[in-house]
């Protein structure tokens, strides 16, 4: 069991995952905890949340005195990753160079437990950038020698999410008309965010050295009744159109030509479309609390005073 001045280090701590796990972990009594992200702008937003977080600005893909934070360390929780992006380059950069030198740097401390967030997309049928580093990542990490746990969730929304719902939700507050690809009948399996959380916190005491966890939400939901529930929640009227899923995807792909960082591209839209059914573990049996349902996290999601208000700037 970790002891609540032990320290932890959070790599990719400035993102959806890491601004809620120190929300959690402050939550819960955590008072030594590092983060690092190369994003300042959104690490400002964590500091400001939470003073008392030691928080560094480092590109992990560099060497450089962010190393240094590992000693002493009693984990490390490895969340930095590449989501989206329109070359391969990023991708390569982050997924891949950035964690062999967390891992040479977990090694060169010896910090006693890693704790690495890989993805479902492991186990997709999708092929794109992304999917083929999150695989090779989720490799390293395996190999690497180093005691740790992995944990693949399914597709993640919650508190401060820049980039999926979150964004989804902040667009159908500003457009007359919410575009649907196709028939919308995509079955998802979201899983909310601050569950994740609570799972990362979960292996990190209970320590299962070399398991493997698949998450997935306890609902499976189709895209476009995600869609209608946000939505509900948010108590908007903004009517839901389809569009063939041709024209949608053209679409996508002129949008990238004028923004460097679309909020959804192509790749994932085809990887939205690939008909993934992932089995997930038992949350309540493994992880010792119940899984939240969809629309409860909805509720949560955009019903908090603070943090329902905050939308972090798109890393990618």
């Known amino acids: 069991m970790l002891e609540k001045t032990d ?5 990719g701590a400035a993102g959806l995952v890491g601004q809620n796990l120190v929300t959690l972990l402050g939550d ?3 008072r030594n905890l590092v983060a690092i992200d190369k994003h300042a702008g959104n690490l400002a937003t964590l500091h400001g949340l939470h003073p008392e977080v030691r928080c560094v600005v480092a590109d992990l893909a560099e060497s450089g005195d962010w190393a240094r934070n590992f000693d002493g360390a009693a984990v490390v ?13 990023p991708f390569q950069r982050n997924n891949i160079t950035a964690t062999r030198r967390v891992l040479d740097a977990v090694r060169d401390a010896k ?23 999150k695989k090779e990542q989720e490799r390293m990490v395996a190999q690497s020698g180093i005691r740790c746990c992995i ?26 008309v919410f575009p649907i690809p196709g028939h919308g009948r995509y079955m998802r399996q979201p899983l909310y ?9 979960s292996v990190m005491n209970s320590q299962p050295v070399g398991a493997a966890y698949d998450l997935t939400g306890p609902d499976r939901v189709d895209y476009i009744d995600m869609i209608r529930t946000i939505r509900d929640v948010k108590r908007l009227r903004t009517p839901i159109v389809r569009i063939p899923y041709g024209l949608f995807s053209a679409l996508l792909k002129i949008y990238a030509l004028f923004s460097p960082k679309p909020p959804f591209t192509a790749d994932q839209l085809k990887a939205l479309t ?18 939240t349902p969809f629309r409860k996290a909805v509720e ?13 700037e798109s890393p990618h």
């Open 111 to 133: 910090v006693p437990f890693l704790v690495h967030a890989s993805s479902s997309v492991v186990k997709s049928v999708a092929d794109d950038d992304y999917t083929r580093t």
């Open 7 to 11: 320290r932890i280090v959070i790599t």
């Open 193 to 201: 965010n601050r569950d994740f959380c609570r799972a990362i916190l």
């Open 300 to 312: 949560e999601t955009f019903g908090h005073p603070v943090y329902s208000t905050i939308a972090l």
């Open 274 to 291: 690939a008909g993934d059914d992932f089995q997930g573990v038992d949350i309540q049996a493994v992880f010792g609390f119940p899984p």
């Open 151 to 176: 944990l693949r969730p399914t597709l993640m929304f919650g508190w401060f999410d820049p980039k999926h719902l979150g964004w989804l939700a902040r667009f159908m507050e500003r457009v007359p």
């Open 28 to 30: 819960e009594g955590y």
């Open 77 to 89: 929780v490895q969340l930095h990753a590449q989501i989206a992006g329109l070359t391969g380059e």
